[in-house]
């Protein structure tokens, strides 16, 4: 196998589907194996065994909630039983509950911090033990545009702007075992997320989608693979001089 992440595994968790599903795949072009760890276990597995079908590396997936310390251990251990190391580990799964702040619930809160920012540490800790015995470890974090702040997101832009102080941490704490850590923080991607959103709204998803975009300088909403490709990047050996970074993915300065 060639490609400039060759050799390496990758862990993408909530890759089933949206950014994650398109970073395994990526990241499989460039040649990486691949574990993929999500709620919808069924969904993981489909995934992985089409990318081992289609470029032809070892992958696997399986049933794994990132909010829990006994899932998040099992699934990289597993990563690295079955795949040979644990090199690469994409903090993407995520959920939304969003709502003004007076409306907003305690249980809304929790949840969203839990995912986000609690599962990022559980699954950073975790991969990091197998990357410092090899000196040699990327960890990326699904950050936001939200982190700068967003109507309606009190629990989810904490939680964004969480994991870019988490990654400059880190990327402090791992750097001298060869470990780069950085957060992209993409704008507006069309995904099942989004989708959701504008349903919420009670907005037809392709108008909101059109809509949304006219307030994106190139013109455009983002597609999955547009952050696949920062992230891909952050995960190869050119990147190792970048750490503690966050990198917006908007179609311009903000999404
Ligand atoms: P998505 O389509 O909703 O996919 C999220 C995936 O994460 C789903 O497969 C979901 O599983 C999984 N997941 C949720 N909670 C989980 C948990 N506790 N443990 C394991 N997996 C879990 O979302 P997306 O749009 O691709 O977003 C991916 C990441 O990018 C998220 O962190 C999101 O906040 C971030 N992001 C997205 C956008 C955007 O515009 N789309 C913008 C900025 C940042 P189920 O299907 O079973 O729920």
């Excluded at 992440?5 to 990526?26: F, H, K, P, Q």
């Excluded at 995520?94 to 911090?113: P, Y």
């Excluded at 999955?224 to 190869?236: G, K, M, Q, T």
Aim: net charge positive.
């Amino acid at each position: 196998m060639t490609g400039r992440s060759a050799g390496r595994v990758a862990l993408v968790t909530g890759g089933a589907r949206g950014i994650g599903a398109a970073t395994a795949e990526r990241l499989a072009e460039d040649g990486a194996a691949i574990a993929i760890g999500d709620l919808d276990g069924a969904g993981a597995e489909r995934l992985a065994a089409e990318i081992a079908k289609r470029y032809g590396v070892p992958a696997f997936g399986c049933k794994a909630n990132v909010a829990l310390g006994e899932e998040v251990e099992h699934l990289v251990g597993e990563a690295a039983h079955r795949l040979g190391s644990l090199d690469i580990l994409v903090n993407n799964a995520g959920i939304t509950r969003d709502n003004l702040v007076h409306k907003m619930s305690e249980a809304d809160f929790d949840d969203v911090l839990r995912v986000h920012l609690k599962g990022a540490f559980l699954c950073s800790r975790a991969a990091q033990r197998e990357m410092v015995k090899r000196n040699w470890g990327r960890i990326i974090n699904l950050s936001s545009a939200s982190a700068l702040g967003n109507r309606g997101q009190t629990n989810y832009s904490a939680a964004k702007a969480g994991l870019q102080g988490m990654a400059r941490t880190l990327a402090i704490e791992l750097g001298r075992f060869g470990i780069t850590v950085n957060a992209v923080a993409p704008g507006f991607i069309d995904t099942e997320m989004t989708r959701a959103t504008a349903l919420r709204l009670g907005r037809d998803p392709e108008e909101y989608k059109a809509e949304r975009a006219k307030a994106i300088p190139v013109g455009r909403a983002g597609v999955p693979r547009d952050v696949a490709n920062l992230i891909a990047f952050l995960a190869s050996e050119e990147a190792s001089f970048v750490s503690g970074q966050v990198i917006y993915v908007a179609g311009g300065p903000r999404g």
